[in-house]
């Protein structure tokens, strides 16, 4: 028996043009590709200007060839990172001086330069211009992070290796930095990490509080009646009972994305630190502590070198952790909701060998760990060496960790969709259920949201069109059958679709809950949540092809797993090949 652990991570080996070993590169994820820059090589302490790119879905390497013709960077390491609408973003590092051959020759530096992921060539170097007190000192082994088109700059050392307690921000559109402000703490890259996410969760609870959003729809059960006096729709599903689930959205100016940033230091006796940057749109922003708010049953350990992300509505961070006794690359997370921090078991993937630079994955809800599983982790930290040669992939989704789909409709559309089904309007079209009752629906909407009853009517319309076709006339002749195999034959519609009704086969139930997802394309009614009502929209989602009912089908299953839920919710994710839902 292997333990579940083993089933959420996987090793593999990396191929193509595998980096050296390095020493202080960044590391940047764009969709399914990470971008590796600079650093220093190990085997002749040289610095390079290198970029290289990797696959996250075939795990292969490939080196970006540069032109000269291009600005090229000064070769660095410890710089940041970030990225922009498409742009890699360097800031700082410690670099040789120019001109000088002696590797020891050292300086700092405090240049922004964008590299276009698109072409692949560098932007030439932005020139310093504005308050020359808002540009910010050079430094190394800083922390930065981009929200809301600025760049922030956090912490790091001089050449002297002196704390450099402030934060400066450079505003990406005009290109100009815009302000400079004291932050009375020590940051940098061996005991902290700043992250934010490109997207941002929304909490409808809180959005809707009030029920000012949906008062103006009107009376539920007659919102679209005109005589207002009329009875209500029967049965109509009250607004207070409707579950708005958190959802993900693109950050605006109103609802930006936050900084989060995590220190740890006291190794011995670990203190913690949680703040929160959050942009405003005057180009200031506020700093919250959430340090005290911070709980669990147990806490991370003293983490070096810590990386970090945010997926969802969680904190990832990950770092290496050294002990006397014990030796560890380790992950952990922080409900951003409840506070609550919790460990990511990798089991026997990251059990041996060198680990040290990690990068989430977004897209797929994974995080992905390089290093080396035949290195040693201590030796290599004391080098602070980064390796190349393998990666291991965690599936978070499988912890809970994952980012919400988003929304189709707004809520008061969703709300809107459902009272136009509740009131049968539009209704020319039936569903058949398995007991012979019939729920009236739009034929167009279904063809409009259902991809499979769209193609399937087109069948039909196809079959219809040419028995009419070839129908003869009272006065003609019979005339002479189709040789078979004379043409492709044509797809044949579906037996359980006719032109003014279709014969699902599944309970009233589910079959009301499939309607009320295509009309409001959420799942929002007390029915739609019910236990073996979501198993039977995954089911159909999977038979059907909705993947976007599947993704809301899981994060309604993710939210209601307990251990009256999960035989049911284990049995039917297997079915539907949901291995996340499935091992969680």
């Not at 970090?308 to 050294?322: D, E, Q, R, S």
């Not at 009233?508 to 949540?529: D, E, G, K, R, V």
Request: charged letters at 20%; aromatic letters at 10%; a neutral charge.
């Amino acid at each position: 028996m292997y333990p579940i652990s083993d089933l959420t991570a996987f090793c593999r080996k990396t191929t193509g043009d595998v980096p050296p070993k390095l020493v202080g590169a960044s590391t940047t994820v764009v969709g399914s590709k990470m971008y590796l820059y600079g650093g220093r090589l190990v085997s002749e302490r040289k610095m390079v200007s290198d970029i290289y790119v990797f696959d996250l879905e075939t795990f292969k390497w490939e080196k970006v060839a540069q032109s000269y013709d291009d600005d090229i960077p000064q070769a660095r390491y410890f710089h940041s990172a970030d990225t922009w609408r498409n742009h890699l973003i360097i800031f700082g590092g410690m670099a040789i001086k120019p001109q000088s051959e002696n590797p020891e020759d050292l300086c700092v530096l405090n240049d922004v330069r964008l590299f276009d992921l698109a072409s692949r060539h560098w932007l030439p170097a932005v020139p310093v211009s504005g308050d020359s007190s808002l540009v910010p000192n050079a430094r190394y082994a800083h922390l930065s992070s981009v929200t809301a088109d600025r760049l922030f700059i956090i912490g790091g050392q001089d050449l002297a290796n002196v704390w450099l307690d402030d934060v400066y921000i450079f505003d990406l559109n005009t290109r100009t930095w815009i302000q400079r402000r004291d932050y009375p703490r020590h940051c940098g890259t061996y005991r902290s990490v700043a992250v934010t996410a490109d997207q941002r969760v929304r909490l409808p609870q809180e959005e809707t509080r009030g029920g000012q959003a949906t008062s103006k729809l009107g009376q539920v059960g007659s919102r679209f009646k005109v005589d207002k006096a009329s009875a209500a729709a029967a049965n109509a599903t009250q607004t207070d009972s409707l579950i708005h689930l958190p959802y993900s959205t693109q950050p605006t100016e109103d609802y930006p994305c936050d900084i989060f940033l995590f220190s740890n230091y006291n190794f011995t006796d670990v203190q913690r630190e949680l703040e929160v940057f959050t942009p405003l749109s005057d180009g200031d922003f506020t700093v919250s502590d959430k340090s005290s708010s911070m709980t669990g049953t147990s806490f991370p350990p003293g983490l070096r070198f810590p990386t970090g992300a945010i997926l969802g509505t969680y904190f990832i961070v990950a770092g290496t952790y050294l002990s006397q006794t014990y030796q560890s690359f380790s992950i952990w997370a922080l409900d951003l909701i409840n506070m609550t921090w919790s460990r990511i078991d990798a089991g026997s993937a990251l059990a041996s060998g060198s680990w040290f630079r990690s990068c989430l994955w977004a897209s797929a809800n994974k995080f992905v760990v390089f290093g080396n599983r035949n290195g040693n982790l201590v030796e290599d930290y004391n080098r602070r060496l980064l390796s190349w040669d393998h990666v291991t992939c965690i599936d978070l989704e499988a912890f809970g960790i994952y980012q919400p789909p988003p929304l189709v409709l707004d809520t008061p559309m969703q709300e809107l969709g459902l009272a136009a089904l509740e009131e049968g309007l539009m209704g020319d079209f039936e569903i058949v259920c398995d007991d012979g009752r019939r729920i009236k629906c739009s034929r167009k909407l279904l063809e409009d949201r259902w991809p499979w009853f769209k193609e399937q009517r087109g069948i039909f319309l196809r079959a219809a069109t040419r028995a009419l076709e070839t129908m003869p006339s009272v006065s003609s002749h019979t005339p002479p059958p189709d040789v078979a195999g004379s043409s492709r034959p044509e797809a044949r519609p579906d037996p359980r679709l006719t032109p003014r009704f279709f014969n699902l086969s599944e309970p009233y139930p589910i079959t009301l809950a499939l309607l009320q997802y295509f009309y409001s394309m959420a799942l929002i009614t007390p029915l739609q949540h019910a236990p073996a009502v979501l198993s039977q929209l995954l089911l159909l989602s999977s038979t059907y092809q909705l993947t976007h009912l599947q993704s809301l089908v899981k994060h309604a299953m993710h939210r209601a797993l307990s251990y009256a839920t999960s035989v049911g919710i284990y049995g039917v994710s297997t079915l539907c090949s949901c291995r996340s839902l499935q091992i969680r």
